[in-house]
Each structure stands twice: as structure tokens, then as C-alpha cells.
């Protein structure tokens, strides 16, 4: 157990770092949201363990691990848009709201998916396998939450600022600074 929480503390590592290098300013808020997602992540599984019978296993580990993937691709997919956004001559402050409400649609999806997958997971299986599938269930629902409540203001308040306003290579991308 104790490998596989290095292990993924070291591709999570690895992920913020390329995260970091291709997003630049505004990895800021993916170092930060995946701090606030490691926090709820804690404190479900806290409750979880406190209140029912599931402890964090092996299982459980790799659900979370598979988790970091699904709560990047999260940022990717509203970064991206961004990105698209900006490439149509629009301001980062014009961007980043109009980005969030296109890419919505899109994370919610992709997370429901998850957590029906997890859910029939959960309900067909036993054992460990029960453990991975209320993992990926919890962290696909903290994805969701610090989505909304975290990322989408964070990148909303930044895209307000003089810094990015004043960026000439935003994104790791030349645009127009009007």
C-alpha cells in the first residue's frame, strides 16, 4: 500500500509539473484545486472509514489514482476551450466565463459517466473491487465540486487580473493583449 501511495504521489507530481510547463499562469488554480480536491478526497474517505466498514485499501488507492486523471482531464478540457476562445481574438477576461459555460456540459458528462460506472462497480462486485469502485466514486464527486465551486471562480477572478491581462504568451500561446 505504502508503494502504491508513492507512486502516486509521484505521477501526481510528474502530471503538475506538465501541467505547470503547458498551462503556465493559470496552472496556479490546477496546483491549488487539486489541493482543495486532495482535502475533500481526505475527508470523504475519513467519513467513509468512520462511518461504514470500507477502509482505504490498495483498491482504493488506485481509485483515487485513476481519479487524478479524470479531475486533470477537468482542467484540460475548460483550458483548452480557453485557449480556442482566445485563438478567436477574445480577451482572457471573455474568454474564461464563455469557456466555463461551453466545457460544463462536457465535465459534468464525462464525471457521470464515471460515477455510474463506479456505481454499477460497486453493486455487482465484492471485495476489494468494491473498495476501488467507492473511491472513484467519492473523488469523481469531489471533481465535480471543486470544479464548480473552486476552479471555475478561481479562473473567473484570474482572468479578471492585470497579470493576465498584460500576458503576451498566455497559455504558452502568442495573443492579442487588447
Known amino acids: 500500500m505504502r508503494a502504491g501511495i508513492i507512486a502516486g504521489l509521484i505521477g501526481l507530481a510528474l502530471v503538475l509539473i506538465l501541467m505547470i510547463a503547458y498551462y503556465r499562469w493559470l496552472a496556479l488554480v490546477i496546483v491549488a484545486g487539486m489541493f482543495v480536491w486532495a482535502g475533500m478526497v481526505w475527508a470523504m474517505s475519513s ?10 485499501s490498495l483498491a482504493g488507492v488506485t481509485g483515487i489514482i485513476v481519479a487524478v486523471g479524470v479531475t486533470v482531464d477537468s482542467y484540460v478540457v475548460f483550458y483548452e476551450r480557453i485557449k480556442d476562445e482566445l485563438r478567436s481574438g477574445r480577451t482572457i477576461k471573455n474568454a474564461a466565463p464563455r469557456s466555463f459555460n461551453m466545457t460544463w456540459r462536457t465535465i ?31 473523488t469523481t464527486i469531489c471533481d465535480l465540486l471543486v470544479c464548480y465551486f ?15 491581462a498584460r500576458q503576451d504568451h498566455l497559455l504558452g500561446m502568442k495573443v492579442a493583449t487588447t
Do not use: E
Not at 458528462?109 to 473511491?135: E, H, K, M, P
Not at 473552486?150 to 497579470?163: E, G, H, I
Open 150 to 164: 473552486f476552479t471555475r471562480p478561481a479562473v473567473l477572478l484570474l482572468a479578471q487580473t492585470k497579470l493576465m
Open 47 to 56: 467519513f467513509v472509514s468512520g462511518w461504514t466498514n470500507y477502509s482505504l
Open 108 to 138: 459534468w458528462s464525462a464525471d457521470v459517466v464515471s460515477l455510474i460506472g463506479a456505481f454499477i462497480l460497486f453493486w455487482l462486485s465484492v471485495g476489494s473491487v468494491r473498495g476501488f469502485a467507492l473511491y472513484l466514486g467519492l
